[in-house]
């Protein structure tokens, strides 16, 4: 069945490690974007891409990396450089004209 | 700077009775506006959305009514049952990227039975 697949749904991550999230998704949408949820906070926009291999800078794009070289993966990459990244992070997809579709989220806690 | 802010951190409502949430915006270029519902630990799922050029839209139990002159939206649940306890968040956007979103900092819901 058609949806978007975030991978893990829990991730621990050491200060000073790089962790890659992963989202798959099957509904051939063009767009794909990453949001970070914090508590009680709503969501802030870290990348999006609207084609394969090109991508732009959301809000809060520091510490961030992603790529885009397949239509259906849209990983991103958590860097060291990223003060705090314990937070709750959805990948979303959309395709002109419509509405956003999210997957089910990564919660990435620092240890 | 908060382009969209849900002011009312929390609501609560007895079964039956109507919920409203509301949502302010400041950014004029946003002329797309939707709802979403989310449950902890799972991504947003959407409930209905909001075109500039109305003023209302229904869907159900769902109404989202928009006052462009006031920046400002809501969204009514009639009847509201147990099940429609969650966060809502507004969020908005501008052009024909819905999936580029502002997002206002959600309403807990809570419908009591």
């Known amino acids: 069945d058609g949806g978007i697949t975030q991978s893990p749904k829990y991730l621990f991550r050491k200060e000073g490690q790089n962790v890659t999230l992963s989202c798959e998704q099957n509904?051939?949408?063009?767009?794909m974007y990453w949001y970070r949820q914090d508590p009680g906070q709503g969501l802030r926009l870290i990348y999006y891409s609207q084609i394969v291999n090109d991508f732009q800078k959301g809000d809060i794009a520091e510490g961030y990396s992603v790529s885009r070289e397949k239509k259906e993966s849209f990983p991103l990459t958590v860097t060291s450089a990223q003060k705090n990244p314990t937070a709750f992070y959805l990948c979303?997809?959309?395709?002109?004209?419509?509405?956003?579709?999210f997957g089910q989220g990564t919660r990435l806690t620092v240890v | 700077d908060q382009q969209v802010k849900q002011n009312s951190p929390s609501l609560s409502v007895q079964e039956g009775r109507i919920s409203i949430l509301n949502c302010d915006y400041t950014?004029?270029?946003?002329?797309?506006f939707l709802w979403y519902k989310k449950y902890p630990a799972e991504g947003p799922t959407f409930l209905i959305s909001?075109?500039?050029?109305?003023d209302k839209n229904e869907d159900g139990r769902f109404t989202v009514f928009l006052n462009k002159s006031a920046k400002h939206l809501s969204l009514h649940i009639v009847p509201s049952q147990p099940g429609d306890s969650a966060v809502y968040f507004c969020?908005?956007?501008?052009?024909?990227?819905?999936?580029?979103?502002?997002f206002g900092q959600g309403t807990i819901l809570t419908v009591h039975p």
């Open positions: 979303a997809t959309a395709q002109r004209n419509t509405e956003a579709f």
């Open positions: 950014n004029s270029m946003f002329d797309y």
């Open positions: 509904l051939n949408h063009d767009a």
């Open positions: 909001i075109s500039s050029i109305k």
């Open positions: 969020a908005a956007s501008g052009g024909t990227s819905y999936g580029k979103l502002t």
